[in-house]
């Protein structure tokens, strides 16, 4: 498949799931699937949820929370906004969300609250890059796949514009092309 312009090969299937594997101890040792139910963020966490719970207990309930701020662009626009809401009861539960990427920290915050005024318990969130330059925001990721510089990233479920989504290697904007 082509990548755009200025996107050069990141991090490799192979890198991916061997993290994957240690993200996916971590999760069985800390989280009950009586207890807890686990919220993907779409369309980004498609993949990164997919090959995580593959590995899990299956009986961890799924659910799913559509949300957007970076409509159509590279950069963020500010707000966030619901196109899906959870499907299931949350009350009393810890809910784990799982997400593409941590960049500005926006969107995990707003999944965080909009759960727990949905009655949940605890939120724990579970991202597969978060980028550095925010560190202020680790706190929002309880588990973090990869720490990355500060850039534009595709592949993996991580996309460009709605595409690049099914690209199985993550792939990275050179910094020197804005
Ligand atoms: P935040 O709200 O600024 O933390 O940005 C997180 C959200 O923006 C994620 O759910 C991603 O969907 C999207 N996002 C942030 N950085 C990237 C990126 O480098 N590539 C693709 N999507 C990104
Ligand atoms: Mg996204």
Same mark, same amino acid.
């Given at each position: 498949?082509?990548?755009? !312009?200025?996107?050069?090969?990141?991090?490799?299937? !192979?890198?991916?799931? +061997?993290?994957?594997?240690?993200?996916? !101890?971590?999760?069985?040792?800390?989280?009950?699937?009586?207890?807890?139910?686990?919220?993907?963020? #779409?369309?980004?966490?498609?993949?990164?949820?997919?090959?995580?719970?593959?590995?899990? +207990?299956?009986?961890?309930?799924?659910?799913? =929370? $559509? =949300?957007?701020?970076?409509?159509?662009?590279?950069?963020?626009?500010?707000?966030? %906004?619901?196109?899906?809401?959870?499907?299931?009861?949350?009350?009393?539960?810890?809910?784990?969300?799982?997400?593409?990427?941590?960049?500005?920290?926006?969107?995990?915050?707003?999944?965080?609250?909009?759960?727990?005024?949905?009655? $949940? &318990?605890?939120?724990?969130?579970?991202?597969? #890059?978060?980028?550095?330059?925010? &560190?202020?925001? !680790?706190? =929002?990721?309880? %588990?973090?796949?990869?720490?990355?510089?500060?850039?534009? *990233?595709?592949? *993996?479920? =991580? +996309?460009?514009?709605?595409? *690049? &989504?099914?690209?199985?290697?993550?792939?990275?904007?050179?910094? +020197? %092309?804005?």
């Amino acid at each position: 498949m082509e990548v755009p !312009r200025h996107y050069s090969l990141f991090l490799k299937k !192979r890198q991916i799931q +061997d993290r994957l594997g240690e993200m996916n !101890r971590e999760i069985s040792e800390n989280y009950d699937p009586s207890e807890t139910i686990i919220v993907g963020i #779409l369309g980004g966490a498609l993949f990164f949820m997919a090959d995580l719970v593959r590995n899990l +207990d299956p009986g961890f309930p799924l659910d799913f =929370l $559509a =949300l957007s701020s970076y409509l159509w662009e590279e950069k963020s626009s500010g707000t966030v %906004h619901i196109n899906k809401d959870l499907s299931t009861d949350c009350r009393e539960k810890t809910v784990l969300i799982l997400d593409d990427i941590l960049d500005t920290g926006q969107t995990l915050k707003f999944a965080r609250r909009h759960v727990l005024g949905r009655g $949940a &318990r605890a939120v724990e969130s579970a991202v597969l #890059l978060a980028k550095e330059e925010h &560190r202020g925001n !680790r706190i =929002l990721a309880r %588990h973090v796949g990869f720490y990355v510089p500060d850039t534009f *990233y595709i592949g *993996y479920g =991580l +996309d460009l514009k709605g595409r *690049y &989504r099914g690209l199985k290697d993550i792939y990275r904007k050179a910094t +020197d %092309h804005g």
